[in-house]
């Protein structure tokens, strides 16, 4: 038998595939992570990303995910935030008004996306025991044989594995080849609204230094009732604000184009940027006069239209050999900002579970290993079987129960806010 660890492979190397991949290493198993686009820290590769969103907020949530693999990690990741300590709620005249998350002090965290996926990948990369692929893209599963079969710009390739993760997205094809193997109860729902992203720039202070244009401690929110507008911080002074409006009125501005987000090539007539300039003029006249009626016009016709896909499903693994986490097994609306926070959270309590049921990839060498000799054992097969099962069982209701708040608070943050009895309860909360 040979004394080779076991071999998971993740596929996915978005946050959750790669703090999968750190927190599998650190349990001592071999890990590979396959991800089927370019390196983004590659240059070409963060041209092609220049219209994808670039901030999220993270909370306590996702901060103890990455704490529970490395503290070290969490607190280099938390140098970069800016912390966001409530709402900034803009209403039709550009008044502002604040409302503080918590009394205490708690706060959620504005993180450049792209600088926490890069910084994943560079830890992964950084450990002896992952091998890190990318332009592998998952296309066919076969989990009862432990085989996967990648697409590579050179061919297929096929991959053997103990133990498989699917953290490969909303839509993703780990969790499409489990179908064929369990009865997996499954349910997609795109809601009625899009969202656009649109950049504000920052200001130059007197010293001719950037600036932000307005307090970066907020989660600034301009609630209109059936749309919102939002705006987070970066680092470098700018906000990036999110539109999200129901489908039917953005067609009343924008032609509609293919759902396969693009960008478009051509510009807006004169009469169409009149539209967009005045429709902002009535709802959001500040957040206008902050963006400037050019980079607004230029972001709204040329940055994507994207949907917004809600998936649950149960169970979330196959006997000991495969598991979904993050948005493969639960994408829900940004409303709450716990996506990935949830995500993150997925891989802590997996490693918990996995650690209560005694999984240990020590302990033998598997098929993986590409060796003739067959595992004498199925003490470990047992124990992994249990542990994900446990996590299906323990962990359906809470996810449930999230992307249900995420889906309610869109209704918070578009109208609520504004409602009086809204505004009397949290007065009274805060006291
Ligand atoms: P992803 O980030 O989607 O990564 C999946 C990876 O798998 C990708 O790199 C992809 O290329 C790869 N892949 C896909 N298919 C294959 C294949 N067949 N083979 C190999 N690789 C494959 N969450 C928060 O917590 N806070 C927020 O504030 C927040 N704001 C959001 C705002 C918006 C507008 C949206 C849309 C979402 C927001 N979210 C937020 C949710 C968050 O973006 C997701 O939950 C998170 O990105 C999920 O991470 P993931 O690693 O599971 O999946």
Same mark, same amino acid.
């Not at 692929?133 to 592998?136: C, G, I, N, T």
């Not at 478009?264 to 009535?282: C, G, H, L, M, Y």
């Given at each position: 038998m040979?004394?080779l660890?076991?071999?998971?492979?993740?596929?996915?190397?978005?946050?959750? *595939?790669?703090?999968?991949?750190?927190?599998?290493?650190?349990?001592?198993?071999?890990?590979?992570?396959?991800?089927?686009?370019? &390196?983004?820290?590659?240059?070409?590769?963060?041209?092609?990303?220049?219209?994808?969103?670039?901030?999220?907020?993270?909370?306590?949530?996702?901060?103890?995910?990455?704490?529970?693999?490395?503290?070290?990690?969490? &607190?280099?990741?938390?140098?970069?935030?800016i912390?966001?300590? #409530?709402?900034?709620?803009?209403?039709?005249k #550009?008044r502002?008004?604040?409302?503080?998350?918590?009394?205490?002090?708690?706060?959620?965290?504005?993180? &450049?996306?792209?600088?926490?996926?890069?910084?994943?990948?560079?830890?992964?990369?950084?450990?002896?025991?992952?091998?890190l692929?990318?332009?592998?893209k998952?296309?066919?599963?076969?989990?009862?044989?432990?085989e996967?079969?990648?697409?590579?710009?050179?061919?297929?390739?096929?991959?053997?594995?103990?133990?498989?993760?699917?953290?490969?997205g909303?839509?993703?094809?780990?969790?499409?080849?489990?179908?064929?193997?369990?009865?997996?109860?499954?349910?997609?729902?795109?809601?009625?609204?899009?969202?656009?992203?649109l950049?504000?720039?920052?200001?130059?202070?007197?010293?001719?230094?950037?600036?932000? =244009?307005?307090?970066?401690?907020?989660?600034?929110?301009w609630?209109?009732?059936?749309?919102?507008?939002?705006?987070?911080?970066?680092?470098? =002074?700018?906000?990036?604000?999110?539109?999200?409006?129901?489908?039917?009125e953005?067609?009343?501005?924008?032609?509609?184009?293919?759902?396969?987000?693009?960008?478009?090539?051509?510009?807006?007539?004169?009469?169409?940027?009149?539209?967009?300039?005045?429709?902002?003029?009535?709802?959001?006249?500040?957040?206008?006069?902050?963006?400037?009626?050019?980079?607004?016009?230029?972001?709204?016709?040329?940055?994507?239209?994207s949907?917004?896909?809600?998936? =649950? *499903?149960?169970?979330?693994?196959y006997?000991d050999?495969?598991?979904?986490?993050?948005?493969?097994?639960?994408?829900?609306?940004?409303?709450? *900002?716990?996506?990935?926070?949830? #995500?993150?959270?997925?891989?802590?309590?997996?490693?918990?579970?996995?650690?209560?049921?005694?999984? &240990?990839?020590?302990?033998?060498?598997?098929?993986?290993?590409?060796?003739?000799?067959?595992?004498?054992?199925?003490?470990?097969?047992?124990?992994?079987?249990?542990?994900l099962?446990?996590?299906?069982?323990?962990?359906?209701?809470?996810?449930?129960?999230?992307?249900?708040?995420?889906?309610?608070?869109?209704?918070?943050?578009?109208?609520?806010?504004?409602?009086?009895?809204?505004?009397?309860?949290?007065?009274?909360?805060?006291?």
């Open positions: 040979s004394n660890p076991r071999k998971a492979v993740v596929v996915g190397g978005g946050p959750v *595939g790669c703090l999968a991949a750190l927190s599998l290493v650190k349990m001592g198993w071999r890990v590979e992570l396959y991800e089927g686009r370019a &390196d983004p820290r590659l240059p070409a590769s963060k041209a092609a990303q220049a219209q994808r969103s670039i901030n999220l907020a993270m909370s306590s949530r996702g901060i103890a995910a990455l704490a529970s693999v490395d503290p070290a990690l969490a &607190d280099r990741f938390m140098d970069t935030v912390p966001m300590r #409530g709402r900034m709620i803009h209403d039709a #550009g502002q008004s604040s409302q503080l998350y918590d009394t205490s002090g708690q706060c959620i965290n504005s993180i &450049d996306r792209a600088l926490l996926n890069e910084g994943l990948l560079n830890e992964v990369a950084a450990c002896p025991d992952v091998t692929r990318f332009q592998h998952l296309s066919t599963a076969d989990y009862d044989r432990r996967l079969v990648f697409q590579t710009p050179s061919g297929t390739e096929l991959v053997a594995f103990d133990f498989c993760i699917g953290a490969d909303s839509y993703s094809n780990v969790r499409r080849q489990m179908m064929r193997f369990v009865r997996m109860n499954f349910e997609q729902e795109y809601i009625p609204h899009e969202y656009v992203e950049r504000m720039s920052a200001a130059v202070d007197s010293g001719g230094a950037p600036a932000f =244009k307005m307090d970066p401690n907020h989660l600034h929110i609630p209109r009732h059936s749309f919102m507008l939002i705006a987070l911080p970066n680092k470098d =002074k700018t906000f990036t604000c999110t539109l999200f409006a129901p489908t039917t953005l067609d009343k501005l924008l032609p509609p184009f293919s759902f396969a987000a693009r960008p478009r090539e051509d510009a807006p007539n004169p009469e169409q940027t009149s539209k967009i300039v005045q429709w902002f003029r009535v709802h959001f006249p500040d957040a206008l006069d902050l963006i400037g009626e050019s980079v607004l016009v230029r972001d709204f016709w040329h940055n994507p239209r949907a917004l896909v809600c998936v =649950k *499903g149960t169970p979330y693994h006997r050999r495969v598991i979904l986490l993050g948005d493969s097994a639960h994408a829900m609306t940004p409303f709450f *900002g716990q996506g990935l926070n949830c #995500g993150l959270e997925d891989v802590r309590i997996l490693a918990n579970i996995m650690a209560t049921c005694g999984v &240990d990839p020590r302990t033998r060498g598997g098929e993986a290993a590409g060796l003739a000799e067959k595992p004498t054992t199925i003490d470990e097969d047992a124990a992994l079987a249990t542990a099962r446990t996590y299906t069982e323990t962990r359906h209701d809470d996810l449930l129960a999230i992307s249900e708040m995420a889906f309610d608070n869109y209704m918070q943050m578009r109208h609520s806010v504004t409602r009086p009895t809204y505004l009397l309860r949290k007065a009274v909360e805060d006291v």
